[in-house]
């Protein structure tokens, strides 16, 4: 019952963030999840790989949402969602057979790293002096491709990597963020899945399906899904701004204590 507690509060948060900030629920989830699955008997030995499968599986689920209200408000740039998308792919199933072949430690030093620098890119975030509309296609799929694999290799939908780029290609901000919301569908599907099939011989438990747990994952969508429209009413009141620095000083602490306590 503990378990299951933590799972419901932690996917609260992660929607009401997902909904109030735009940013996806990762950086949330998979510290806790860090935490609480050694108590479900998950070993050490994978329990980044554990908590960064089901992150991604969570986003499966709750991108949804997000995606379909850009889409319904037409702010997803279709031309370039699919000129993003095979490139995403293929860097997040590559991102699963990266982190089978790497240790937990290892992983977790690089979900530190991600999340110290993703608080330092919100703190600094600002609009491209000079954008272009362009497509130099062999640049959006090398991108892509970087952004699938670096968003698979720490449990996040890539939200906050595809909108700077696609700033930088001359869209709008509403674009670039309804674009991004899109993306991160195929993303998260394309990371659970290589996550799921190559944990599938680390028979650690029979709720599991490789990588992801499923009492984790279907305790997280449940509450995640109620929130996260609540927070996007939210944004249209509370200072979002203000709060993405909060939350970036929360990252900043995240990402320091996961390096010590896996490098240290």
């Not at 709750?62 to 000129?83: E, M, P």
């Not at 984790?216 to 927070?231: K, M």
Request: glycine letters at 12%.
């Amino acid at each position: 019952m503990y378990e299951w507690t933590i799972y419901l509060i932690v996917g609260g948060l992660a929607g009401l963030l997902a909904g109030l900030l735009g940013i996806g629920g990762g950086f949330v989830i998979v510290p806790a999840l860090i935490l609480v699955l050694p108590m479900s008997g998950v070993p050490e030995a994978i329990v980044m790989h554990v908590a960064i499968g089901t992150s991604l599986a969570t986003i499966c689920v709750t991108s949804i949402s997000s995606f379909s209200a850009h889409h319904k408000r037409g702010s997803v740039n279709w031309q370039y969602f699919r000129l993003l998308t095979p490139g995403i792919v293929l860097g997040a199933i590559g991102s699963g057979l990266i982190a089978d072949y790497l240790s937990s430690q290892w992983l977790g030093a690089i979900f530190g790293i991600g999340a110290i620098l993703m608080a330092v890119q919100i703190l600094l975030a600002r609009q491209p002096s000079s954008a272009q509309e362009h497509q130099n296609k062999t640049l959006l799929f090398s991108s892509s491709a970087a952004i699938g694999c670096a968003s698979g290799l720490v449990g996040i939908g890539g939200g906050s990597l595809v909108v700077p780029l696609m700033l930088r290609f001359g869209q709008s901000i509403t674009r670039a963020v309804g674009t991004a919301a899109a993306c991160g569908l195929p993303l998260a599907v394309a990371g659970a899945v290589s996550y799921a099939i190559v944990g599938w011989d680390r028979e650690f438990s029979q709720l599991a399906i490789g990588y992801i747990y499923l009492p984790a994952f279907l305790g997280i969508i449940l509450t995640s899904i109620l929130t996260a429209p609540l927070g996007a009413r939210l944004a249209h009141w509370l200072p979002a701004e203000q709060l993405k620095k909060v939350f970036a000083a929360f990252l900043l602490i995240i990402g320091i204590r996961i390096c010590i306590k896996f490098l240290g």
